[in-house]
């Protein structure tokens, strides 16, 4: 069973920095591409990232370029987001998700980061 | 980045009905378009893929279709457990984009 467990969420000054942890069990996690999508509290899902199976391609959305970083440990299972300079507009509840063939298929529960003084 | 206008934002029917819910991208993507349904404070699940391949274990009441810039999810005989928001997204090109969500309520 595919299963994607995020970890690392809670309250941050805005400026502030944040690493999300995403651990991934039930499938190959380094055959996978992997995915961060945002859903800020009442509002539409929004797409933040993507990295390829060996890390060497990474795509942001324009909002976080520069400021978040995707990254994947393969021998760890396991996938991050490093978020910088955060903002209030980043507060939302932040979803792992594995892509397959470029459909994101498996999403985890969520995280929820809150930027506020 | 390409925009997706989905449509409605809501809309209310009966257990039975049959519902249709829109997305438009601005530009052609070919059928590199999903669909998702989402629960209140639940992740979201993948419906369909590839605009109208429907993903294992996604009951057959569900069914995409189109092409290019206009798409379509139907919900042929809505059930109860189908109340929920469904969202579309294009994975055609980076900024990957989803359209805003509809939301089915019980009429």
């Known amino acids: 069973e595919v299963q994607l467990v995020e970890s690392g969420g809670g309250l941050v000054q805005p400026g502030g920095s944040l690493r999300l942890s995403c651990a991934a069990s039930?499938?190959?996690?380094?055959?996978?591409?992997m995915s961060w999508v945002r859903q800020a509290p009442g509002k539409g899902l929004e797409w933040v990232a993507n990295?390829?199976?060996?890390?060497?391609?990474?795509y942001y959305v324009d909002s976080v370029k520069g400021r978040f970083t995707i990254s994947r440990d393969n021998a760890k299972n396991s996938l991050y987001l490093q978020m910088n300079s955060l903002r209030a507009e980043d507060t939302a509840v932040y979803y792992c998700?594995?892509?397959?063939?470029?459909?994101?298929?498996?999403w985890g529960q969520g995280t929820l980061v809150t930027v506020a003084s | 980045a390409i925009r997706i206008t989905q449509s409605p934002s809501s809309l209310s029917a009966s257990t039975g009905d049959r519902v249709t819910i829109t997305c438009r991208a601005s530009q052609g993507i070919s059928s590199h378009l999903a669909w998702y349904q989402q629960k209140p404070g639940k992740a979201p699940n993948l419906l369909i893929y590839?605009?109208?391949t429907l993903q294992s274990g996604v009951p057959s009441r569900f069914s995409g279709s189109g092409s290019g810039t206009d798409f379509t999810l139907t919900i042929s005989c809505l059930q109860s457990e189908d109340f929920a928001t469904y969202y579309c997204q294009q994975y055609y090109t980076y900024p990957w984009t989803f359209g805003q969500g509809t939301k089915v309520e019980i009429k």
């Open positions: 039930g499938f190959t996690f380094s055959y996978y591409w």
């Open positions: 998700a594995r892509v397959n063939w470029g459909i994101v298929d498996y």
């Open positions: 590839a605009a109208s």
């Open positions: 990295i390829k199976q060996d890390g060497s391609e990474k």
